[in-house]
């Protein structure tokens, strides 16, 4: 098995990215300066930041570093005070501080501290793109504090008093007159929090700050955006660098979330095409404020993902000693043949005779597996993981269950199809079940497949998928799967038929949020005006885990009538793989708590797509529903 967790350890060859980091945020002329590593979920943006973390600790002299995680900080109150105290916490733990210093390190931390406690206030300072949609002209609690920092540093006790003398018998209306900030006192804050925190890096013997920001696209919208909008406002001054890793198509969703309401608050109900382009406009030019420097990480090449299997099988077999030979191998080979595969014929030559032994146990499955992974897993780090890990799970419940004609190379093809188009793992169990496990549709498919005859597989067999290019390459990898009884691979894989492997991944926040929406949506127009806008945005992954949650959510409550109507409206859009997801829910739930009153809708949706009807061999013969279906 293998662990899941960011590694400084440079297996995929990244150390390319790390350095090209490392020296940006080093180059004191291009200071102050904010840096976003973007990729996916999964495509190593924490390994390259703990590896910039590692280059920066010979310099621990004249740079300070902060590894900042913004998931762990998600149930903090405030998240730009909780990225603020971090970094003057950092900056408290150095040694030899002046007394000047150590003064504005206090000073600092208590007009956070008071900031917090009079109406969490940070929460609503936001860049000045964003402010016209906040404040008021009132004079309030933030305007007394800027103006008495300094008197708060040196006697809190005495300020708490203050504040409470003019809290405590104030009624509603000038409770929030006190609380209500303007933009003008806003502002005087920022400028006063930089200004001081600009005089600490200075009274220090730090030439650079170097904030590390990482796992900002698991927080939730509103986290993302007050972690960015705190560097942006208060921390973003002379000798700062900040890193920021995220998935862009998450920030880009926190910054839709937290603001479109307000973007189009003031627009007329018909002006969607309107609202729509100043939205993506005013989304843009924000996050081009945020990050000055976007770096987007690649997807791994087809040799890249071979020599990253290779390099975690030796890492599972070999000594510490013999992998650091590996590794020091693999480094050397990059720098010189930075295309090609580092495979088993460069290793085995610096093994000795046992390493081999061990390392050669499982060379026939690197062999079986590169290829496959290499073509259905489209380079990403974590899902590769987490194949393997999976694969080794099943394989080892293959031993146990003593499974003699089992083939690991069947194993990973199939579950290859169970994590790239599960709708389509799920069609291919339904035929094996009827056919002792060797389905002649599947038969079919490869031969078609293998004479290139599209048009024939697209008329023979839904869905579409099926005629898609990585499925006919699939159907074309070998082994070949025809004449091959599939049960005891199903039977492995049982688990997992009302999901997937990614399904046990962490969703990502914007398919979590669509999910919401979906679900809570306020009328069947509504719903495919969201499906319309949002659902084609998603990858093929986040498709399926869309569907992964709809279908989880439909059991548990078989009798929301909404989730259904989810699922009806993705059908007659053929949405890929709605129908046959929606399938597997009906037979697995009590036929008598769905709404009878749904077999209208289905009846409609016939209509537009007529495949829905595949419904009635679903539904039981005796309930209200399958009645009703059954004289259609």
């Not at 930089?194 to 600490?200: A, G, N, P, S």
């Not at 009798?559 to 597997?584: D, R, S, T």
């Not at 749904?598 to 013969?621: G, S």
Request: charged share 25%; glycine share 4%; hydrophobic share 40%.
């Amino acid at each position: 098995m293998w662990s899941d967790n960011e590694a400084t350890l440079d297996q995929l060859g990244f150390k390319t990215h790390a350095d090209l980091v490392y020296q940006l945020v080093m180059d004191d002329t291009l200071l102050p300066v904010t840096i976003g590593v973007f990729g996916d979920w999964g495509s190593g943006k924490s390994s390259i930041m703990r590896m910039v973390e590692q280059d920066l600790k010979p310099h621990q002299e004249d740079t300070l570093c902060l590894y900042f995680n913004g998931w762990i900080f998600e149930g903090y109150d405030d998240a730009k005070a909780a990225l603020l105290q971090s970094v003057l916490e950092a900056f408290k733990q150095r040694t030899n501080l002046a007394p000047k210093a150590i003064q504005k390190i206090k000073k600092l931390f208590a007009s956070i501290h008071w900031m917090r406690i009079t109406g969490l206030a940070f929460k609503n300072i936001v860049l000045p793109a964003a402010s016209a949609y906040f404040g008021g002209p009132d004079m309030g609690m933030l305007s007394w504090l800027a103006q008495h920092q300094t008197d708060i540093a040196k006697n809190p006790k005495v300020a708490l008093k203050q504040v409470v003398d003019q809290l405590k018998d104030a009624d509603d209306d000038k409770l929030a007159s006190l609380l209500k900030d303007s933009e003008e006192e806003k502002a005087m804050l920022v400028r006063e929090f930089r200004q001081d925190f600009q005089e600490l890096i200075e009274q220090t013997d730090i030439k650079r700050l170097i904030v590390l920001i990482d796992d900002l696209d698991r927080c939730s919208p509103e986290r993302l955006i007050e972690n960015l909008e705190a560097i942006k406002l208060f921390l973003n001054v002379p000798r700062t660098a900040f890193v920021v890793s995220a998935d862009p198509r998450i920030v880009q969703h926190a910054l839709e979330f937290r603001y479109k309401s307000r973007l189009t608050a003031d627009e007329p109900m018909e002006a969607d095409d309107k609202t729509e382009r100043l939205s993506k406009r005013f989304v843009k030019d924000y996050l081009e404020k945020l990050i000055q420097i976007p770096y987007n990480l690649p997807k791994l090449s087809d040799q890249e993902v071979e020599t990253y299997l290779t390099l975690l099988f030796c890492q599972k077999h070999l000594s510490k000693d013999a992998y650091g030979r590996v590794m020091n191998q693999f480094t050397e080979f990059r720098s010189q043949h930075r295309y090609q595969v580092f495979g088993l014929t460069e290793i085995l030559p610096i093994l000795n005779a046992a390493e081999q032994a061990a390392l050669n146990q499982d060379a026939r499955l690197i062999v079986a597996l590169a290829p496959l992974i290499t073509r259905g897993l489209k380079g990403n780090p974590r899902q590769i993981k987490r194949f393997l890990n999976s694969f080794t799970l099943r394989s080892k419940l293959a031993n146990v269950a003593r499974m003699s004609s089992f083939r690991v190379e069947i194993l990973a093809k199939l579950m290859i199809l169970e994590y790239s188009e599960l709708g389509l793992f799920r069609a291919l169990y339904e035929w094996q079940v009827t056919q002792q496990g060797e389905p002649k549709e599947l038969a079919e498919l490869e031969r078609l497949a293998q004479a290139n005859d599209l048009d024939a597989i697209r008329q023979g067999y839904k869905p579409a998928e099926w005629s898609s290019g990585g499925v006919v390459e699939w159907l074309n990898m070998e082994p070949k799967l025809a004449d091959v009884d599939l049960r005891d691979y199903f039977w492995l894989s049982r688990d997992q038929l009302l999901g997937s492997i990614s399904g046990s991944s962490l969703i990502p926040q914007h398919v979590k949020a669509l999910f919401s929406e979906l679900i809570q949506h306020g009328s069947d127009s509504l719903l495919n005006q969201t499906i319309d806008k949002k659902y084609n945005q998603l990858s093929e992954t986040e498709g399926t885990e869309l569907l992964k949650l709809l279908e989880k959510e439909l059991i548990k409550r078989p009798g929301g009538e909404k989730v259904h109507k989810v699922f009806f409206a993705l059908i007659a859009k053929n949405i890929p793989h709605a129908l046959l997801g929606y399938k597997a829910v009906i037979a697995r739930i009590d036929h008598n708590e769905i709404p009878f009153v749904l077999h209208t809708n289905i009846k409609i949706i016939a209509r537009i797509n007529p495949a829905i009807m595949e419904l009635k061999n679903v539904f039981k013969a005796d309930s209200r529903i399958g009645k009703a279906l059954g004289k259609q």
